[in-house]
């Protein structure tokens, strides 16, 4: 990018400057002898032409072309602004029904449900691990009755809705695309996203069910199923927000991220699905922490890497698999319980760095998901943050404004560099679902972690409210609270379903499913069988329980 | 004190997070107290029994769930049950103030909310244990 001449006189100026702040910096010296990132690397008072001295501006392009660093679309938000999608759901389909239409109003552009800790296990509302759990994080959904109640008056013609599902993403699926029929609307015109990122589960997120290997066949099944019937779904969102929130540092979040997107692909063109029929509608899932520059090179990394893997080791040829989609939410860890209203300012700047990382849908965190699930007035100031930034701090006015500075290229080299060292080392341990299996991914983000902490508490590291300009406080108030009664209303309407539908049809179907899961066919058309039939969430997820297995985790600390 | 301090960190119910719950038990370990991770889904039946068959002198149960007010009474019932409550018993996790008293009268010595150092939850099972 600089010519030699020119270098050279920077080279020269920059050992000029150095030499002339060393005597300020003896008399008066900095604030620490060394500056850290927020993942905690070293950072230089000073970056110039010199720290980007390789670059070269074919490396990163125009945006909506290979490698997609500076953005996936050419105009990016001056076409379109990004999806303020809010992340929502608890208690009863009916609630959660509330919730939704509540935010459509105020402006959210799409749906984000979440889901229970049984119904993402797989376990009906009656099973005994579920007592407690019932419609706490999330909505409870048993059977489609739960889903035609949750979607009720929602077009789903016109609204795009993201699922955070993992090991049933299947069947939850087939529950939308069931709703959906009975709206009248069909299944090509769906659009949203399934997480379906299982291997995540294993290293971060815990709410895995069957070992890896059925595991990785009901995502290809739904690959490929949806190739066909779903099209405008995307099938996965490879999620590196929660190996982020279980204390990563920002390479490894792109690194392992990648390394998992890397197995899915793999696993897809193994069973015999040609790359460019799938990859296409693959998407991601990151973070935002509170470094804002650092997680502004992380996007752009993130993006420039999965490009050039696409291409070149698995020979896509469509733009469309090589143009990394991201949905980001603002960092959770990152959130404290003391004086929550801190929060709303963490939450800008996460924001801000997602957008000025080209996100393409956004979750923001309210101030008081350190405390409790969030109340409808915190939501709405989180909702209320993006739309500052989207409409006032004029960021969106053009593309991928950060690009060429010094520091950003750097960086976005540097997590490039550190994500492939990641990948590199998976490769060599066989693979992410190998590098699981041993616990090494684990170790990895559990040594940051700890790290991380560490330096927390040795006040190293500064979160303001909590190990610095801490103040008397008192308990907050006006929690949100889950009416405990959710679990047995939702045991009730269960007792009352199975003696409704027809047992006889259910049984029939479910075992179809049982027929299918031992064999090799594509288990999605027999689940949506299943669930027309009003089949449980927990009865088809037995049943493959019985026919794959389940995960054992590897425990280290 | 002839044999270091055993503790039991356990992860009940569904919920995944085990951040806290390792980050704990590694604090632990480095302040030389011996320690046992549960991994997580862990009933209270399971956590209990592994508690007697361990040993131990504290359970340390983290959920971030909400499902606390449910599972962690089961667990101090449990132990009572089996003559057992002798073992300290402390919780961490996102539970909101108002739930502590509630805990703390069904048989939870201690409750650490986010941000507690651990060098807090170190010291109150140092001076707490009994024996």
Known sequence: ?557 | MDRPIRVLVAKPGLDGHDRGAKVVARALRDAGMEVIYTGLRQTPEQIVNAAIQEDVDCIAVSILSGAHSTLFPKISKLLAAQDASDILFVGGGVIPDDDIPFLKENGCSEIFTPGTPTTVTIDYIKANIKR
């Open chain 1, 1 to 557: 990018m600089f010519d030699k001449e020119k270098m050279d006189q920077v080279n020269e100026g920059l050992d000029k400057f150095n030499e002339k702040t060393k005597s300020m910096l003896e008399k008066r010296p900095e604030r620490n002898s060394v500056f850290y990132s927020g993942s905690g690397d070293e950072i230089k008072g000073l970056y110039t032409p010199a720290d980007v001295e390789e670059f070269d501006y074919s490396d990163i392009g125009f945006p909506g072309q290979f490698p997609y660093t500076r953005g996936v679309q050419p105009n990016m938000y001056r076409g379109r602004l990004w999806t303020m999608r809010m992340y929502a759901g608890f208690a009863t389909a009916e609630e959660s029904n509330k919730r939704y239409k509540y935010l459509v109003e105020q402006g959210s552009g799409g749906l984000s449900v979440a889901f229970d800790l049984p119904t993402q296990i797989g376990y009906d509302s009656d099973h005994e691990l579920s007592e407690g759990e019932v419609g706490k994080v999330g909505v409870a959904i048993d059977s489609l009755a739960d889903m035609e109640i949750l979607f009720d008056g929602i077009p789903l013609d016109k609204v795009s809705t993201s699922m955070t599902i993992n090991a049933p993403a299947s069947v939850l699926l087939a529950m939308y695309i069931a709703v959906a029929e009975k709206q009248g609307v069909s299944s090509e015109k769906l659009r949203g996203t399934i997480q379906n990122d299982i291997l995540k589960e294993y290293i971060a997120r815990g709410t895995y069910i069957f070992p890896t290997e059925p595991s990785m066949r009901l995502i290809t099944d739904i690959f490929e199923f949806c190739s066909k019937d779903v099209p405008q779904w995307n099938t996965i969102s490879i999620s590196g927000y929660h190996i982020r929130e279980a204390g990563s540092t920002a390479a490894q979040e792109v690194g392992f991220t990648l390394a998992d997107g890397i197995a899915y692909v793999e696993a897809a063109v193994k069973t015999g699905l040609d790359v460019d029929t799938f990859a296409p509608r693959l998407s991601f899932f990151f973070n935002a922490h509170n470094d804002l520059l650092e997680e502004v090179s992380k996007y752009r990394a993130a993006r420039t890497l999965w490009a050039q893997i696409m291409k070149e080791r698995f020979g896509a040829k469509n733009p469309k698999s090589m143009a990394l989609k991201f949905h980001t939410q603002t960092g959770g860890s990152t959130l404290t319980a003391q004086q929550p209203e801190n929060n709303i300012v963490r939450v800008a700047i996460q924001t801000l760095a997602a957008v000025l990382g080209g996100t393409q849908s956004l979750h923001t965190n309210s101030k008081d998901e350190a405390l409790a699930l969030p109340t409808e007035d915190s939501v709405r100031v989180a909702l209320r943050t993006q739309q500052v930034v989207a409409y006032e701090s004029g960021v969106t006015n053009t593309v991928d404004p950060l690009a060429g500075s010094y520091f950003i290229e750097a960086k976005t080299k540097e997590i490039m560099d550190k994500a492939m060292e990641y990948i590199t080392k998976i490769d060599d341990l066989g693979g992410a679902p190998k590098a699981i299996d041993n616990g090494y991914i684990q170790q990895e983000i559990m040594d940051a972690a700890y790290y991380y902490q560490k330096e927390v508490e040795t006040g190293e590291r500064i979160v303001v409210g909590m190990n610095k300009f801490q103040i008397e406080e008192e308990a907050p108030k006006d929690l949100l609270r889950v009416d405990p009664s959710v679990g047995e209303m939702q045991k009730q309407n269960l007792v009352d379903l199975r003696a409704k539908r027809d047992n006889a049809v259910v049984d029939a179907k479910l075992a179809a499913l049982r027929t299918a899961c031992e064999g090799t066919t594509n288990v999605m058309p027999v689940i949506l069988e299943a669930v027309k039939a009003y089949a449980t969430l927990g009865e088809i997820c037995g049943v493959m329980r019985e026919v794959f297995g389940e995960y054992q985790q590897s425990v280290n600390l």
